[in-house]
């Protein structure tokens, strides 16, 4: 029985060390880097259909495949729960804006929604320490129905 627990123990450890061995190295962000969203505000009330502008401190934005240090694009999470894995590359759960904007325009639903984003190198993988922006909720407002009052 002791065996065994020690067997599963050094198990444990060895695949510890081979992910770290196999982990890619993390791009590093600036120091005092920051990635927030300039519009809309926090709480905001929107039509269907309309732009967030994304804000970047300290670092350059570079399209997506351009490595080059203190850069990346910006990705967007549109009700996203769960932050994604911030040592992998970003998948399809966030909106990547690997040409380098820096803003876009959203139609959403009708009702509240929450938006934030991350900024990720040129291989799409959030930087260290990773650059997030607050997570914001805003609420759509529901335009039929105020065209048919
Ligand atoms: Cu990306």
Redesign the pocket.
């Known amino acids: 029985m002791k065996k065994c627990c020690v067997f599963i123990v050094m198990l444990a450890l060895g695949f510890g060390t081979l992910a770290e061995e196999l982990a890619i190295p993390l791009s590093a962000s600036a120091e005092g880097a920051s990635v927030y969203i300039l519009e809309p505000a926090d709480g905001a009330v929107v039509p269907a259909t309309f732009m967030v502008k994304f804000g970047l401190h300290g670092m350059g934005v570079a399209p ?1 495949g351009m490595e080059k240090v203190n850069t ?4 967007l999470l549109v009700d996203v729960a769960e932050l994604p894995s911030l040592d992998l ?2 998948g399809g759960e ?1 909106k ?3 040409g380098g904007q820096t803003e876009t325009e959203l139609t959403l639903a009708p009702g509240t929604h929450t938006l934030q984003l991350i900024f ?1 190198d040129h ?2 993988i959030p930087h260290n320490p990773p650059l997030l922006s607050q997570k914001i909720t805003i609420t759509v407002l529901d335009e039929s129905s105020k065209q048919d009052q």
């Open positions: 997506a990346g694009h910006h990705h590359p970003l966030v990547h804006f690997g990720a291989r799409h």
